[in-house]
T-cell receptor
Framework: RKEVEQDPGPFNVPEGATVAFNCTYS??????FFWYRQDCRKEPKLLMS???SGNEDGRFTAQLNRASQYISLLIRDSKLSDSATYLC????????????FGTGTRLTIIP | DADVTQTPRNRITKTGKRIMLECSQT?????MYWYRQDPGLGLRLIYY???????NKGEISDGYSVSRQAQAKFSLSLESAIPNQTALYFC????????????FGSGTRLTVV
């Protein structure tokens, strides 16, 4: 089993809709979680960290479910500019381990 | 100027050639990483360095070597390039004192013919 798994998609979603992705991780000792956004042929950019209590940044909400070992990303009122690949990343302990990335979920917002 | 700069941006090289990809950063981060990205395989770690005197192999280090010349510089070498090393290569940095994830460079697209 891969350490971090994502549904590769593609997710084709109409503009204005709400879309959610999950990312599962296998190591229950994982401590830090992140969502990155990657545009085609560009570098990944940090979208948001995922905190135990969940966190929201505008239209984006990230949540952590430790019991089921997954993190989620919810995008509300999706915009054309949200079209990208979304990567999740997991770290085993605070500051002491490298990040392991999922292969990404591709999202296309349709006008 | 970018916080993490990779050079070159694009490179085409022939099989058997030795090439070097360079990465420099102005973020003051102590940790640096080299990843390659291939379609369907995601980001895979080649080497990482937690400080100037620390070099560690990642999951796919065969055929690669690195040098951490200074805290701000981390270069990746392909000793004898082969076609399956054709990929998008990313350098990344992080700060051991903060859990903010990584900052990536803009990538080097390498083609080995």
């Amino acid at each position: 089993r891969k350490e971090v798994e994502q549904d590769p998609g593609p997710f084709n979603v109409p503009e204005g809709a709400t879309v959610a992705f999950n990312c599962t991780y296998s190591n229950s000792a994982s401590q830090s979680f992140f969502w990155y956004r990657q545009d085609c042929r560009k570098e990944p950019k940090l979208l948001m960290s995922v905190y135990s209590s969940g966190n929201e940044d505008g239209r984006f909400t990230a949540q952590l479910n430790r019991a089921s070992q997954y993190i989620s990303l919810l995008i509300r009122d999706s915009k054309l500019s949200d079209s990208a690949t979304y990567l999740c990343a997991v770290k085993r302990s605070f500051g002491n381990e490298k990040l392991t990335f999922g292969t990404g979920t591709r999202l296309t917002i349709i006008p | 100027d970018a916080d993490v700069t990779q050079t070159p941006r694009n490179r085409i090289t022939k099989t058997g050639k030795r090439i070097m990809l360079e990465c420099s950063q102005t973020k003051g981060h102590d940790r640096m990483y080299w990843y390659r990205q291939d379609p369907g395989l995601g980001l895979r770690l080649i080497y990482y360095s937690f400080d100037v005197k620390d070099i560690n192999k990642g999951e796919i280090s065969d055929g690669y070597s690195v040098s951490r010349q200074a805290q701000a510089k981390f270069s990746l070498s392909l000793e004898s390039a082969i076609p399956n090393q054709t990929a998008l290569y990313f350098c990344a940095t992080s700060d051991s004192g903060r859990d903010y994830g990584y900052t990536f460079g803009s990538g080097t697209r390498l083609t080995v013919v």
